[in-house]
């Protein structure tokens, strides 16, 4: 069964930062693309950054790029993003899955809520 389990969320002022992290179970995690996505309330879930089974190649979505990494530790099965300068548009639920550019179809975890505040 696979689980995707998301942590690190929190509320923080426009300008900080946090450190979101995904631990994943149930695949073979060094051989998968992954990618953190969020949701904004009354939003379509969207691909936030994606990082490549080898972690040699990552993509972000314009609205982070410069101001979020992703990065990953295949010995830990975990997945990061981390987030600064964060805004108040950043505001939402993270996930995490596998794919790089779009979400696998596996069943999501629960996310983490992120607020920032302005």
């Known amino acids: 069964q696979v689980q995707f389990v998301e942590s690190g969320g929190g509320l923080v002022q426009a300008g900080g930062s946090l450190r979101l992290s995904c631990v994943a179970s149930?695949?073979?995690?060094?051989?998968?693309?992954m990618g953190w996505y969020r949701q904004a309330l009354g939003k379509q879930r969207e691909l936030v950054a994606g990082?490549?089974?080898?972690?040699?190649?990552?993509n972000y979505v314009d609205s982070v790029r410069g101001r979020f990494t992703i990065s990953r530790d295949n010995a830990k099965n975990t997945v990061y993003l981390q987030m600064n300068s964060l805004k108040p548009e950043d505001t939402a639920v993270y996930y995490c899955?596998?794919?790089?550019?779009?979400?696998?179809?596996?069943?999501w975890g629960q996310g983490t809520q992120v607020t920032v505040s302005s």
């Open positions: 899955n596998v794919g790089r550019r779009l979400p696998a179809g596996y069943l």
């Open positions: 990082i490549s089974s080898s972690g040699g190649i990552i």
């Open positions: 149930g695949i073979t995690f060094s051989l998968n693309d």
